[in-house]
């Protein structure tokens, strides 16, 4: 599996319409999950994106409905996310 881990910088009060937005993202059928933690510290939100693959993975980030989609995410941030992209070597679904 590939994917990314990201850290988000939220504007000041707009973290939570930030998730409202999060909440209600399309559907993708090339992701396998992806959750957003807002942390106990109410620091950066802090999410993962999980790929089947690498090339799923591209395929979604070159998608123009993903750039809207990162467009409007950008109305509620600071600035662009961080992104860790890479290999997932270990893990497991219980």
């Known amino acids: 599996m590939y994917g990314s881990i990201f850290s988000m910088k939220p504007k000041e009060g707009q973290k939570e319409a930030l998730?409202?937005?999060?909440?209600?993202?399309?559907?993708?059928?090339?992701?396998?999950?992806?959750?957003?933690?807002?942390?106990d510290?109410?620091?950066?939100l802090m999410g993962v994106a999980i790929f089947k693959d690498k090339e799923s993975y591209?395929?979604?980030?070159?998608?123009?409905?993903?750039?809207?989609?990162?467009?409007?995410?950008?109305?509620f941030l600071e600035e662009e996310p961080s992104w860790n992209d890479g290999s997932f070597v270990v893990g497991e679904f219980i």
């Not at 998730?19 to 942390?39: D, K, Y």
């Not at 510290?41 to 950066?44: E, I, K, L, R, T």
């Not at 591209?58 to 990162?70: D, G, L, M, S, Y």
């Open 58 to 75: 591209k395929v979604n980030a070159e998608k123009e409905e993903t750039h809207q989609n990162f467009l409007e995410m950008m109305e």
């Open 41 to 44: 510290d109410d620091g950066d």
């Open 19 to 39: 998730i409202e937005l999060l909440q209600g993202s399309p559907n993708n059928s090339r992701m396998v999950a992806w959750f957003v933690m807002n942390p």
